[in-house]
């Protein structure tokens, strides 16, 4: 079967600190990757996609990137973190192909940008 | 452009009664919709997903949804809530864009169980 894994859980980092958060998918090949944040009482906004190594799309500009050097690892990165980069950061999987394919997320990483 | 819009921030019911969570979504094509649930500092798992056929599908525990085309809504019910359920709730509609399935999400309901 499938499985995700996201690390860490919680990170507490200083601003201007890079950042690095890193998933992994097991049990698939080819897989859509996705980069979620979810902030205090909101929904969940899509920052990254991808559909193969090296494909990233970006939706939203910011502070943040994301890289896929293998098929099934996907990783979120900053140079110099904000405070407005505190949040819920989920990771997604789902099978290369149409809308009716799911995603399937991870346990998240909590970051606190103090 | 897409959008979902789930008017209820928080909803609260007594174990065993009856739970209905709206979702309306607005979307030009045919909508793919998802309806999730997030334990409290967990990711996020399916319950159900609609994109064609019988408009009312049933997922994992014991929930159901009705999509309504003339209402532009997908709304989630379940006939006894347990106080397991417990948790936020989020609707989904697809949107396929250069090979990835972009889901977009509404802001949630909490649903609060009481004893």
């Known amino acids: 079967s499938q499985t995700i894994h996201q690390w860490p859980a919680t990170l507490v980092q200083p601003v201007g600190s890079p950042l690095s958060l890193e998933c992994t998918v097991e049990g698939t090949s080819n897989p859509n990757l996705y980069w979620y944040r979810q902030a205090a009482g909101r929904g969940l906004q899509l920052l990254f996609y991808s559909v193969g190594i090296g494909q990233i799309s970006s939706e939203v500009p910011q502070n943040l990137s994301a890289s896929r050097p293998q098929d099934r690892q996907f990783i979120l990165s900053s140079k110099k973190l904000l405070l407005s980069d505190s949040g819920f950061y989920l990771c997604?999987?789902?099978?290369?192909?149409?809308?009716?394919?799911?995603?399937?997320f991870g346990n998240g990483t909590r970051l606190t940008v103090t | 452009a897409q959008s979902v819009t789930q008017p209820d921030i928080h909803i609260t019911v007594s174990e065993g009664a009856s739970l209905e969570l709206r979702c309306n979504y607005s979307y030009g094509a045919t909508p793919y919709l998802f309806w999730y649930v997030q334990s409290p500092g967990q990711g996020l798992q399916l319950l159900l997903k609609y994109f064609s056929g019988d408009t009312l599908v049933q997922g994992i525990k014991g929930f159901e949804a009705e999509f309504k085309r003339s209402q532009s809504s997908f709304n989630l019910r379940k006939p006894s809530v347990h106080w397991s359920d417990a948790a936020e709730y989020f609707c989904a509609v697809a949107l396929l864009a250069g090979g990835g399935n972009k889901l977009t999400f509404g802001t949630g309901t909490q649903l609060k169980v009481e004893l």
């Open positions: 997604a999987w789902s099978v290369l192909g149409g809308r009716s394919s799911p995603l399937h």
